[in-house]
């Protein structure tokens, strides 16, 4: 199983702190570095010093870090003009010598949208929007040099577009599709993702997700062996129960028992025993949300206690 480390930077984070927590993630032997897609803190705390764009971030780190691969978990559909988009990706991957991945989802936190005058349809309008940003993007990607690509849809025209410029990778970055949803997320993975994520799922919900997609792979004829599956939960570890109380303080009184049950806590072989039992099931990749990006002490522990016995 692949380790990929995922930020919050949103909680309050600079560049600095992203910058100084991916060279981290990449001298410790992670797979890569991620960060969430969102515009406004979540809870109590202030933020501070504000939000960072995530394309911006990974072209900064794109220049900064030289191994470790890049993406968003998940980039909103509502946010970005899809062909500015493809365009924003494509030059961050050929910024990164061809490391990037772009995780997209149709977007939920609606604070957000009204914080900073984004329109935010209903759940189903999203989804339309997400459905057509994902073909529409990969159909940029794909377009062979020289020929001229058009896209007709509900929510996007594109007209004699000469679908430049083109990302490093071939066929194009890896588009990560994730979520609980049961008809259209599955449809979505199977149709366009290289990888399927389940997110802070139990075991039980993660493995019902994975066959619901597997299923639909069959369905529409494609091998569910060339969809990726991966997990994303938070990680809190520590070398004996008193570290572990210690790192836990991040988290407010009342999320503890929950993060407890839920997350990827306790000593290394704690966490490597509930790791297992993920890739049991299928999951090639876990993503280990980290809370407290200035304890780079973590890191190194994950990385000297639990990453060996990974990969």
Not at 18 to 27: G, I, K, T
Not at 45 to 57: A, F, H, K, N
Not at 282 to 295: E, H
Request: one cysteine or more; hydrophobic letters at 40%.
């Amino acid at each position: 199983m692949l380790l990929r480390v995922f930020t919050e930077p949103q909680q309050g984070a600079s560049y600095d702190d992203l910058l100084a927590v991916a060279r981290r993630s990449e001298e410790c032997g992670f797979d890569a570095f991620f960060r969430s897609d969102h515009y406004l803190v979540m809870g109590e705390p202030d933020g501070l010093p504000g939000p960072t764009d995530s394309w911006i971030t990974l072209a900064g780190l794109a220049r900064e870090t030289s191994r470790i691969r890049l993406g968003t978990l998940v980039s909103s559909a509502t946010f970005r003009n899809p062909g500015v988009l493809a365009i924003s990706v494509a030059q961050v991957d050929q910024m990164s010598g061809g490391r990037v991945e772009l995780g997209l989802g149709a977007g939920w936190f609606e604070a957000e949208h009204r914080a900073y005058g984004i329109d935010f349809p209903d759940t189903v309008g999203r989804f339309d929007l997400l459905e057509e940003q994902l073909e529409l993007i990969t159909g940029l990607w794909d377009t062979p040099l020289g020929e001229r690509y058009d896209f007709a849809g509900k929510h996007y025209r594109i007209v004699d577009s000469p679908a430049l410029p083109k990302p490093v990778q071939s066929p194009h970055p890896p588009v990560i599709v994730g979520g609980a949803g049961k008809r259209r997320t599955p449809m979505l993975a199977a149709k366009y993702a290289a990888e399927f994520n389940a997110g802070f799922k139990t075991l039980d919900e993660t493995a019902e997700l994975f066959g619901r997609v597997r299923s639909t792979c069959a369905e529409v004829g494609r091998d569910p062996a060339t969809l990726d599956l991966s997990v994303a939960h938070a990680v809190v570890l520590g070398k004996d129960d008193a570290e572990v109380r210690r790192r836990l303080e991040i988290y407010d009184a009342a999320d503890v028992e929950e993060v407890r049950a839920h997350a990827l806590v306790g000593t290394p072989g704690e966490v490597v025993d509930k790791l297992g039992r993920y890739a049991a099931i299928g999951a090639g990749r876990a993503y280990l949300q980290i809370l407290d990006l200035s304890d780079l002490d973590h890191l190194d522990l994950i990385a000297a206690e639990v990453l060996p016995h990974m990969t």
